[in-house]
């Protein structure tokens, strides 16, 4: 069973639908599941013409406007008007004869996230002779946590005890989802701030993909379905700690440091996110009343969709518009009850509005990727889509991250993200990235800590305080960017929310309205062909001050959201 079978029985959408309700006999040879997006008001034509190719309905989501039919064509299930999009259901995982490994972590892969083949999101390298960082005992002399002084991006955006923290922390009525690879519930540092109850798992680890090579490796738990506190990859647990990290003593704090935290896994173990845990992670946020969403990731296996290239397949070319017509829609359907939501621009250094090439793409099976001319009609999903909040991220300088995609229509506000090559400030190596909340077992899996638990790598921190030990990793990519901006709109949800469903409640458009009115406005730099080094060619900035291609409407701010008037 699909792990989005699986789904879509226990949340009941629809009862039994299978072969003898439609009257279609099986289809023979060989057959996969896919979702058929049928146009608004056209589910009974879609049904009919689904049957009439041979397509065997197993079920559909009524909220989004799809039926998952298992079928051998997907150009077959495509050709009547009723039809918008059809796209292969990925198999996100099944329980196959591969037995649990209970004392062994996952494999980590810290290197996908925004989360992607073009993306730049990574952890700090372990470079020769770089001492380890081991504050067991150590305990900072100056105010706030014991490791704040390493945070210059709390700084840069004013979440600091002397900024937003002494106005306004958030509230633990404002429920927080991150969509990602998973949230390590147990770690010292978020512990406080989960909340297990309201949490879900929708994906189930694949050891293998499609074509029998590694994928996510072997299971950890039978049934190869991980917890709702748990993330073997560690992206999900960095992004949740730098949005609501508590003050409590220990390692760090978040921009948002008292607000409640909820996993909405839709990631894989390997950082894939596919079509259906994706719409699903969404639908659910938007039925149980999650006030915010932060998605450091974009959908797979297509960095970019188009939904009309003539460089792709028919079938190719379906899924892509599958793809943009079910997120569009997920999308909507959160926006509508009242979901912020705040995505990563992307990491391939690419202007969003001019692309010309896309060679990452499709990126699943493993080695499927081919180089293919596209335009501007091709979209990166979820951060081109209306209704979504797109962050580009910036460094210690204050520059543009030279990873950062950026584009005047796709980048709507700027938060820093770290850059390795930012030599603008004082601060060296690894300390120009980001630093949050790291999972014990993925540093383990990856080789970063010694027998005793101590960092083997200057971009680990352990911090103890009274009995806890707790670990940190520095990242960048626009991926650690984003959850500053989703922090800030917890600030300004917990400030102007009102009681509704899951706690509180406030319109998206007036939380984007007070994100970009509290941002630092920034310009382009001069001149506006800036040149990272390098051989580089360049990055055009275009727009002006209050809004452009680099930073849109300025650089995100805690202290502003925190203290600004009703």
Known sequence: MTAAMAVFMTTALVGSMGAAATGVQQERGPARDYLVFYADGAREAALRAVTAAGGVVRGRDDRLGYLIVRASSAERLGTDRAVVGVTPDQEIGRALDVPAVPAAPARVSLGRGSLGRGSADRAAPARAGAPSADLAGVRAASPGEPLSGRQWDMKMIGATPGGSYAKARGSHKVLVGIIDTGVDGDHPDIAPNFNRALSR????????????????????????????????????????????????????????????????????????????????????????????????????????????????????????????????????????????????IGNSGNDLGK?????????????AERSRAIDNTCLNVPAELPGVISVSSVGPSGRKAVYSDYGVEQTD????????????????????????????????????????????????????????????QYMEGTSMAAPHVTGVAAIIIGRFGKPGKGGLYMDPARVEQLLYGTAVEKACPNPRLYKYGGGDAGHLCEGGTAKNGFYGHGVVNAARAATVAP
């Open 201 to 344: 798992n929708f994906v189930t680890d694949l050891p293998k993909d499609s074509n029998g090579k590694k994928f996510d490796g072997p299971c950890e738990h039978r049934g190869c379905k991980d917890p709702v506190d748990e993330d073997d990859d560690g992206h999900g647990t960095h992004v949740a700690s730098t949005i609501g990290s508590p003050i409590n003593g220990l390692g760090i704090a978040g921009v948002a440091p008292d607000v409640s935290l909820v996993n909405l896994r839709a990631g894989t173990d390997s950082g894939f996110f596919f079509l259906k845990p994706t719409m699903d992670a969404l639908a659910y946020a938007a039925d149980v009343g999650i006030d915010v969403v932060n998605m450091s990731f974009y959908v797979d296996p297509w960095t970019y969709n188009c939904p009309n290239n003539p460089h792709d397949s028919a079938a190719a070319r379906l899924e892509q518009r599958g793809i943009l017509e079910g997120m569009r829609r997920a999308v909507g359907y959160a926006h509508k009850r009242g979901v912020t939501m705040i995505t990563a």
């Open 355 to 367: 692309p010309k090439k896309d060679t990452a793409s499709p990126d699943y099976p493993v080695g």
């Open 413 to 472: 506000i700027a938060a820093p993200g770290g850059d390795v090559f930012d030599t603008g400030s004082s601060l060296k190596d690894d300390g120009r990235e980001v630093l949050a909340a790291a999972p014990a077992g993925a540093l383990r899996a990856q080789g970063l800590l010694d027998r005793d638990g101590k960092p083997k790598t200057a971009s680990v921190v352990r911090d103890c305080h009274g009995g806890r030990c707790a670990y940190y």
